[in-house]
């Protein structure tokens, strides 16, 4: 038996622990999704996967109240959260169905409610494009499915999957990562609990404890948790960690609680991924908003003309290509 | 200030696009696993026009809309290629493509028989309401 992941390195094995245990709500939802998943896809089964299906609804619901940040109600809130959860649900669904027409749906399901969340992003042009494109493409997929799939009725293939167990676990295994990445990146709570710690701290004892790491002895200069630290803040604040490190360094708490809650007001006041609002005066190279259709095309015919020209000739060559495979006559469909 | 964050719409990016991978693997209809990699780059659109409004900054939605550009190509290529397997087989399953692979990997086989397919629900039995009426003898003239 190989592992794919060589955890024989006991640092990189320890790593691997820290992340798992740092985001283990993260963790479990995806495992709960991923093992619902498994449980859906089409195998040869006696009874409906009633539980499967509960599981999945349970962690698109824990992963839309635990790690969709929300300042507020707000219609475009409401909105999201419709539109994801149908674009999600749409495709589990495509992965359910065992029957192609009704996957094939589904997958029109995913692309109506992207095309939503398109526009709440403030890109009318795109969803329009997209809607068109995708509706024309889905039209003739959906024709393909009917003509072929339909003509000796259901497949047994259709019915089964491939090594679902494993493409589960693939599945779980990436969505973790990614929900983790996207985690430690945006999530700004952890720092801004041990950053109010340390900027109520009553001793400096109290904040070596907290940094309890072997170089945490009072005295020291530097500290692996304050490199943590540092890594755990945007750009934005990187600039205000010395501070901290040099009221550290000097042993100074009144200077170090002064320094920490700085840090703490500054960080919270910083929208992290905040989206650009709404201007409708800004010239047209620096908004998305308002004038998107004049943007866009201002942006495609002067910045990124030669990958437009070369995204024609790539359409000429596909549909070249496309009837030069499939237009031999004399076969026959059939 | 919009009330939706940019990790909202990447978190949910992430589902779709690992939703597509899932499907990918798993499916063995050709036009199904096509979908599936439609999906995924369903997922990834959405990050990019996520970043271009985040940015404010056009890149992300031309970029998106190259990628539906190479998109129908793929779709055109894609469809065509299947005709062309569909003919030789007469059927979708990938797995009956299987000798393409490394000659030393074991062949899949089903295992596991289906459950028999529900019989047909039975055409319901109408009762005859009321009395027959009276049938005319024979069709009388419409002059």
């Known amino acids: ?334 | 200030m919009s009330p939706v964050n940019l990790q909202s719409y990447l978190i949910v990016g992430a589902a779709l696009f690992v939703l597509g991978m899932v499907g990918f693997l798993t499916r063995r209809n050709l036009i199904l696993m096509f979908l599936s990699a439609e999906m995924m780059l369903q997922g990834v659109a959405l990050n990019l026009v996520a970043f271009s409004r985040y940015h404010g900054n056009l890149g992300g939605q031309v970029l998106t809309l190259f990628i539906v550009t190479v998109a129908a190509c793929e779709a055109a290529i894609a469809l065509a290629l299947i005709l062309m397997l569909y003919r030789r087989r007469k059927s979708l399953d990938v797995s009956l493509w299987q000798e393409l692979r490394e000659p030393e990997l074991e062949p899949i086989v089903d295992e596991a028989p289906l459950p028999p397919a529900p019989l047909p629900e039975p055409m319901p039995h109408l009762t005859v309401a009321g009395p027959e009426p009276m049938h005319p003898a024979e069709e009388t003239s419409h002059v």
Not at chain 1, 86 to 111: C, D, E, T, W
Not at chain 1, 141 to 167: C, H, K, N, W, Y
Request: charged share 15%.
């Open chain 1, 1 to 334: 038996m190989v592992f794919f992941l060589d955890i024989t390195d006991a640092s990189r094995g320890a790593a691997l622990l820290t992340l798992v245990r740092d985001f283990w709500p993260l963790w479990a939802t995806a495992a709960l999704g991923c093992a619902g998943i498994y449980g859906l896809l089409p195998q040869a089964r006696t009874s409906k996967p009633i539980w499967a299906g509960f599981g999945v609804a349970a962690a698109i619901l824990l992963a839309g109240l635990w790690f969709v940040r929300q300042d507020g109600v707000w219609p475009e809130q409401v909105l999201f959260y419709a539109f994801s959860f149908l674009a999600v649900v749409g495709g589990i669904l495509m992965l359910a169905q065992s029957n192609p027409v009704h996957a094939a749906l589904s997958f029109a399901l995913v692309v109506l409610n992207v095309c939503g969340l398109f526009l709440l992003l403030a890109a009318p042009f795109l969803m329009a494009a997209t809607l068109i494109i995708y509706a024309g493409a889905i039209v003739v997929t959906f024709l393909f499915v009917i003509m072929l799939a339909q003509q000796a009725g259901l497949a047994s293939a259709d019915a089964r999957s491939r090594e679902p167990f494993l493409a589960s676990l693939a599945g779980f295994v990436l969505l973790g990562a990614l929900w983790c990445a996207l985690d430690k990146t945006y999530n700004l709570t952890p720092v801004l609990r041990e950053l109010d710690l340390v900027a109520s701290a009553k001793s400096l004892d109290e904040v070596a404890k907290l940094w309890s790491e072997p170089a945490a002895k009072p005295g020291a200069r530097t500290l692996p948790a304050l490199d943590r630290l540092k890594n755990a803040l945007p750009r934005e604040l990187e600039y205000d960690v010395p501070e901290l490190e040099k009221a550290w360094a000097k042993q100074d708490l009144p200077a170090l609680t002064k320094a920490a809650a700085r840090l703490r007001d500054q960080a919270a006041k910083l929208k992290l991924g905040a989206l650009k609002p709404r201007d409708r005066d800004a010239p047209v190279e620096a908004p998305v908003t308002a004038q998107n259709v004049a943007g866009l095309g201002r942006t495609l015919f002067t910045r990124y003309l030669v990958p437009v020209e070369l995204a024609g000739v790539l359409l000429l060559v596909a549909t070249i290509g496309a009837i030069a495979i499939a237009g031999r006559r004399g076969e026959g469909l059939r």
